[in-house]
């Protein structure tokens, strides 16, 4: 069995979710932040049998869309983001996708 933690933008996550469970994958939904931009994303966990990971991928990556962020930069600080010069642009996703060897499953 494997577990694929995957992290996705909150505007897919809906889209990403039903279209799993749609094709029966179990999925459980976390409400995350990412450390960097400290924006709310999704982080999905699915447990499922080796010879469907490829098609939970196909799924996640097929729904997480590129998208693009902007930041301030450290000249910005104590300035807010009044001044658009001390923005930079930052490319998130569309989703981050890790599989996992699980050694034990039980459901009690
Ligand atoms: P964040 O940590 O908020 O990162 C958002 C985006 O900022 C990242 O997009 C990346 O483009 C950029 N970024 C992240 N850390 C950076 C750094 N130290 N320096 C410069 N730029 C940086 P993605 O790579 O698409 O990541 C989207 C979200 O997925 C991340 O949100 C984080 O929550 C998660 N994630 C990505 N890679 C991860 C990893 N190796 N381990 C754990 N979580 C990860």
């Not at 505007?11 to 094709?23: N, R």
């Not at 999905?44 to 998208?67: C, H, M, P, Y």
């Not at 490319?91 to 996708?97: C, D, I, L």
Request: aromatic share 6%; net charge neutral.
């Amino acid at each position: 069995m494997k577990l694929i933690i995957a992290i996705v933008n909150n505007d897919d996550s809906a889209v990403v979710a039903s279209a799993l469970t749609k094709e029966n994958f179990t999925v459980t939904k976390l409400s995350t932040t990412g450390g960097f931009l400290m924006v709310g994303n999704t982080t999905f966990l699915i447990g499922t049998e080796e010879n469907k990971v490829a098609r939970a991928k196909e799924i996640i990556s097929k729904f997480s869309k590129t998208r693009t962020h902007e930041v301030a930069t450290t000249a910005s600080f104590g300035r807010g983001l009044a001044d658009g010069e001390l923005r930079t642009p930052v490319t998130v996703g569309g989703a981050m996708v890790f599989v996992l060897s699980v050694d034990e499953a039980e459901k009690y």
